[in-house]
Every structure is written in C-alpha cells, then in structure tokens.
C-alpha cells in the first residue's frame, strides 16, 4: 500500500525582478510504499532539493499533487502545516541541526515539548530509541562533546520519537567521515527493519546502495529508476554508478 503519492509535480520559480521563469519541477510522479526504503539521486541542479522541501511542506508546488497517507498536503492551512509536519515527518539532515546549548536528550525530546507531551511519556519514548542507536550513555552530553557520527545517531532519534510517518533525509552521510557513514546506514537500514518507511537525498552512491530502490532525477523530471531485488550492496552500488553514469553524460537509458 502507497504511503506517498506525488502526481505531476510541477515547481516553477517566477522571479520578482523579471527575468526568465525557472521550472525546477517538470512532471514528477512516484509513489513510496509503506515501509520502503528509497533513495533520489541527482546532479545538482537537477530538482532535488525543491523535491524535498515540498515533500517535507516547506515549499508548495505549483501544480500536481502530494499525498502522504490518504491526505493532501496543499489542502493543509498554513496555520496547521507546523504541527502537520511535527507528528507526520521526521526530518535527518546533513549538518545535523542540533543546539548547542541543548543536551543530546533535550534535542531529540523537542518535538514532543512542541507537541505538548508529558515528561514521562517523552522518557519512555526516548529510552529505546537510544538503545537501539546506541547513545543512551551520552543523552547528558552537548553536541560539541560528542563525533559527528554520534550527533547523527542523536539527530536520527529526534527524527524517530514521533513516531513518524515518514523520514525525510537529507544527504545523512555528507557531513561525516567513512566509518560514521557506515554505521549510520548500517542504522538506517535497521529501523526501516522494524518497518519505519524513510525516503533520502543523496550524491552518495554508497548511501543509496544500502536503499531498496533509487529514483534520479534530471532535468525536473524522474529519468530512471532501479529496484535492488535481490542484489547484494556492491551489485546495486554498481548498478546506481553506472546509472549516474547515464545522467552525468546525458546518454538515454536502455
């Protein structure tokens, strides 16, 4: 069953001094399933980052249709879409977005403090999460205490304490080294596992190696797309680079 459903997505940006109409956004349609782990991959300029700030609600299309679990996101008021976003999105980032004046827990519990939730049920919450992350040992530190990789794992468990419908990430892996990037797919791949549906961003063809399908987009519009199957991560990394090859060269696709 499709969790989000983007139909014709169109984004054109009008300038206000004049000048020539740019549409980011051609004709976009996908669906991801609930519970799927998917990848969009791209070069730059190619239309990403408009892709996802109208899935994350932060920018509206200027035609076509987002639909995340039965409801239509350009129905939303603008009065209601912080609270849409609060308990349907989760949101990973590349440089993670932590504050430093905040512990790790004060970080990861703010949605719920936005949200209004009680103490107890924000610690309950957290606990397991933490855990499974493997940051319990740390929720007292302050983001300039701990790794790249550590702030990650704690910007992940932010993004997972709603109970999201979705995680929306953006290039996760760009800011850490190697062996953070690993361990953080290593985690990502765990908690769609347990059947959270994630969609993410990236230039990273390792990153989009450990997804079970990868979209790219070109020129505002989805050119290809590539399912793992049965491929093993270095297959479907092989398969993703010879795909990006395509883009990078402007050949058509076979």
Known sequence: MSLLEVTGLRKVYVPRAGGSRVEALRNISFTVERGEYAAIMGESGSGKTTLLNILAALDRPTGGSVILDGKDMSKIKESAMAAYRRNNLGFVFQDFNLLDTFTLADNIYLPLVLAGRPYKEMRDRLIPIATTLGIEKLLNKYPYEVSG???????????????????????????????????????????????????????SVNAASTAGRVLFIKDGVVFHQLYRGNSTNGQFYQKISDTMVLLATGRNRE
């Open 149 to 203: 990789g550590e702030k990650q794992r704690a910007a992940v468990a932010r993004a997972l304490i709603t109970g999201p419908k979705l995680i929306l990430a953006d290039e996760p892996t760009g800011a850490l080294d190697s062996r953070s990037s690993d361990e953080l797919l290593r985690l990502f791949s765990e908690v769609n596992r347990t059947g959270q549906t994630i969609l993410m961003v990236t230039h």
